[in-house]
C-alpha cells in the first residue's frame, strides 16, 4: 500500500512568519499535486510537480519535488491569514488514474 | 463555467437506508472521480469512471456500493443499507482529459448515518 506521510499534523504560526510543510513516501510517484481544502468546501488544486528536483513557484508559495520523486515540500513565505487552511499532497502513478492523499497539514495563520 | 455540483451537500440516513449522491462534472469533462474522507483522514480514491463506463473501481467496497456515470445526467454513488461506518464526506472531482490534468473538485456530500 503506497502511503503519503504529511508533517506537521498541524502547525499554528503568526501572520509574516515563514513556514514548511513536508509529504514524505517509500514509494515513487510520477507526479505530486498539493491541494488546499477549507472548511465545508472541496480541495483545490494549487502545483502540480511531475520532475524530479523541480521547483514551482506560485506567488509567496514555493514547491519542491524530491530528486528521488518521493517527497515534495510547502514553503510558504510571509504568511497571511488567508492562507489558513488543510493542505494536502496527493501522489499520481504513471497507469493509474487515482491519486494517494496524505493526511493533510492543517495551517492556522493567527492575526 | 459551473464548477463540480454535488448534491445534496448533507444528507442524513438511517442505518439500512439507501444514500444517493449525485455528482455533475464541469462542462466538457468526461472523466469523474469518487473520493470518501473520514474526519482527520485524507482522502481515499473509490472509483473512477467515463461516460457508460466504469474504469477503475479497486477502491469501493465490493459491497453495498455502486457507481454509475449515464450517458445523461449526473454520475450517482449509490449506497445500500448504509451503516454507522459509512459516515463521511464523499467528494467527486472531473477532469477533462483524466488525472494528468488538472482535477476539479465539488464541495462533496456529507453522509451522516444515525
Known amino acids: 500500500t503506497q502511503l503519503l506521510e504529511q508533517s506537521p499534523q498541524f502547525l499554528s504560526i503568526q501572520e509574516g512568519e515563514n513556514l514548511t510543510v513536508y509529504c514524505n513516501s517509500s514509494?515513487?510517484?510520477?507526479?505530486l499535486q498539493w491541494y488546499r481544502q477549507e472548511p465545508g468546501e472541496g480541495p483545490v488544486l494549487l502545483v502540480t510537480v511531475v520532475t524530479g528536483g523541480e521547483v514551482k513557484k506560485l506567488k509567496r508559495l514555493t514547491f519542491q519535488f524530491g530528486d528521488a520523486r518521493k517527497d515534495s515540500s510547502l514553503h510558504i513565505t510571509a504568511a497571511q491569514t488567508g492562507d489558513t487552511g488543510l493542505y494536502l499532497c496527493a501522489g499520481g502513478q504513471g497507469g493509474s488514474e487515482k491519486l494517494v492523499f496524505g493526511k493533510g497539514t492543517k495551517l492556522t495563520v493567527n492575526p | 463555467n459551473a464548477g463540480v455540483m454535488q448534491n445534496p451537500r448533507h444528507l442524513v440516513r438511517r442505518r439500512g437506508q439507501e444514500a444517493r449522491l449525485r455528482c455533475s462534472p464541469m462542462k466538457g469533462h468526461s472523466h469523474v472521480y469518487w473520493y470518501r474522507q473520514l474526519p482527520e483522514e485524507g482522502l481515499k480514491f473509490m472509483v473512477y469512471l467515463q461516460k457508460e463506463n466504469i474504469i477503475d473501481e479497486s477502491g469501493m467496497p465490493k459491497e453495498r456500493f455502486s457507481a454509475e456515470f449515464p450517458k445523461e445526467g449526473p454520475s450517482i454513488l449509490r449506497i445500500q443499507q448504509v451503516v454507522r461506518g459509512d459516515s463521511a464526506a464523499y467528494f467527486c472531482?472531473?477532469?477533462?482529459?483524466?488525472?494528468?490534468?488538472?482535477?476539479?473538485f465539488g464541495n462533496g456530500t456529507r453522509l451522516t448515518v444515525t
Open positions: 514509494s515513487v510517484f510520477s507526479s
Open positions: 472531482a472531473s477532469s477533462p482529459t483524466g488525472v494528468n490534468s488538472p482535477l476539479h
